[in-house]
């Protein structure tokens, strides 16, 4: 008799500005993979004040339960051998955390000296909340004391060297890389959610991860509070990020 393996369920947790649309649709050229944009997405809205833009729209079109969103979704049953789930690590608010135990967990981090200023053209006053730093670390710490090694992705090194970067994901959750990863075909995508047009713009002029660019403006000052709280989560992300 042949044995079927079991879906392996790859969750990367992110922060918004991330580049995870683009980590997203790397996967999606996978030949073993399908992908989910951020199914808890209702679930945070619904349970939040957040203003963020689309909001009715996400609300009308996506599961607002968010137990029945882990239950359904993220444990649902898939036809292919990897589903990669894009979540955003605050999307996690309210809801009881033992089914992580049941994801491969990847942490996407981004440096808030960038991200917050690109955040805040979205969001005119973030907040630690909106940020899922404070998520991202409780993963990583999740991890670590189940003696698990953690993987943990900096956009910035990502867009640098993605081959790399991609080669180092894909031997720490034991599937093999594909070249189809570096690159897609422009436009939208049939797994992107209700809100790209609010927030896919770059991407989908994109074929592939973008080399990083420095940014030449100064940090707007009404960040820097934000800044201040944020730094220390990131770091301790940052330590474990792949080289």
């Known amino acids: 008799m042949t044995l079927v393996k079991p879906t392996k369920r790859v969750s990367v947790w992110s922060g918004p500005r991330n580049v995870s649309t683009a980590l997203m649709y790397a996967f999606r050229g996978r030949s073993d993979t399908m992908v989910v944009d951020e199914p808890l997405y209702g679930h945070y809205l619904t349970f939040t004040d957040a203003p963020h833009p689309g909001k009715a729209e996400v609300l009308a079109q996506m599961e607002t339960d968010g137990g029945r969103a882990v239950r359904e979704i993220l444990l649902g049953t898939y036809t292919k051998p990897v589903v990669m789930f894009k979540n955003m690590a605050h999307h996690l608010v309210s809801l009881e955390r033992s089914f992580l135990a049941q994801l491969q967990n990847v942490l996407l981090i981004r440096d808030p000296e960038e991200m917050l200023p690109s955040l805040a053209r979205q969001l005119s006053e973030p907040t630690l909340r909106d940020t899922g730093l404070g998520e991202q670390v409780e993963i990583l710490e999740m991890v670590l004391r189940s003696g698990g090694t953690p993987i943990v992705i900096e956009a910035k090194t990502l867009s640098q060297n993605p081959e790399a970067v991609l080669r180092g994901v894909c031997r720490r959750l034991e599937i093999t890389f594909e070249p189809a990863m570096l690159s897609w075909p422009q436009g939208p995508k049939p797994e992107d ?51």
């Open 193 to 243: 959610g209700v809100w790209a047009k609010h927030w896919y713009e770059n991407v989908h002029r994109s074929t592939g991860f973008v080399p990083h660019e420095h940014r030449t403006s100064s940090f707007p000052e009404h960040l820097r509070p934000l800044l201040e709280e944020s730094v220390p989560l990131y770091k301790r992300l940052a330590i474990y990020a792949i080289k």
